[in-house]
């Protein structure tokens, strides 16, 4: 297969996780603010409040704006490396299953935060390929 179109698959698969959750944040912030992972991390950071409704929009955002800029392919390097140190914490705060806190699901969103950074490491590596906006702008 054509390392072009390998790019542009890769971009569509690895986009819709980080697109349908920030949506889901900007849409139902409670269920952000509610969810264990949230609650993992910010006790885990000593925060002893609820998270703030203003953290799952900023995060809901960030998740919808970064990942669609990868999908288009424009700042396709800077959006995939945005979203790798963004999710860095969010996976060793929010899913600390060797904590003993809901051992099967934080060990399985662990490992799948996991594959999900590999996945924009390389594409922060590789870029969008022909068949994206950052070419297009290139060409122009």
Known sequence: M???LILLLSRILTTPIMLVYGLQKLTDANAFINNPATLNMLATLGY???????????????????????????????????????????????????????NAFNEA???????????????GLYGAGRYSLDSLTKRA
């Not at 409040?49 to 669609?68: E, M, T």
């Not at 662990?110 to 490491?121: M, Q, R, T, V």
């Open 48 to 102: 002893t409040a609820p998270a703030p409704i203003w953290l799952a929009y900023i995060n809901g955002l960030f998740q919808l704006f970064s990942s669609l800029l990868v999908l288009l392919g424009y700042k396709t390097k800077q959006a995939s490396y945005a979203i790798v140190l963004w999710l860095i914490p969010v996976t060793y705060f929010g899913h600390p299953f060797w904590s003993g806190v809901n």
């Open 109 to 123: 969103q662990f490992y799948k935060n996991l594959a999900i950074i590999s996945a924009f490491l390389l594409i």
């Open 2 to 4: 054509h390392p072009n």
